[in-house]
């Protein structure tokens, strides 16, 4: 076997005879159907799959310790998740607030933001998709009333 560093291993495959395949000698024939795929195409390419397959260690190291200790921070604060996210998307908004009328006392103009339509198919989908689940536990809580299912009866 010829010798590899392992940022070589993260593109690379095993062959059948134990040997390995060079990322660089792939065709881009390459599919996930029953042929040959690496595994960084497969992950979408580019910075992020550089990222999740550690091809970047500094920045990949960097977010596990952050997500770490922001989850330590906010296990060891009492603060729940739901409250925290709610008081950073508080601040955004006041920051976004004082932003805009600073740009107004600097008589600059701020990026106008896109327009957002939603199409009346999306709005059908959304509705009906809704319709579904209300009235399945609409029903779910009838036979719960009625005691048809004893489990969850007996649960509520």
Not at 22 to 30: E, L
Request: glycine share 6%; proline share 2%.
């Amino acid at each position: 076997m010829e010798n590899l560093n392992s940022e070589d291993l993260c593109g690379i495959e095993p062959l059948d005879e134990g040997r390995f395949n060079d990322p660089a000698s792939t065709s881009s024939s390459d599919q996930l159907s029953g042929r040959q795929a690496i595994v960084h195409q497969l992950v979408g390419g580019g910075k992020a799959a550089d990222v999740i397959l550690w091809r970047r260690r500094c920045v990949s190291c960097g977010i596990i310790i952050v997500a770490t200790v922001s989850w330590i921070m906010v296990e060891r604060s009492g603060i729940s998740f739901l409250s925290l996210c709610s008081d950073v998307l508080l601040v955004l908004v006041v920051l976004m607030y004082l932003r805009a009328n600073y740009a107004v006392f600097r008589k600059k103009q701020l990026q106008t933001l896109p327009e957002l339509v939603l199409s009346e198919e999306i709005v059908n989908n959304a509705a009906s998709s809704f319709r579904v689940k209300v009235n399945y536990m609409l029903l779910m809580a009838h036979d719960i009333t009625l005691g048809k299912d004893f489990r969850i009866f007996f649960k509520t």
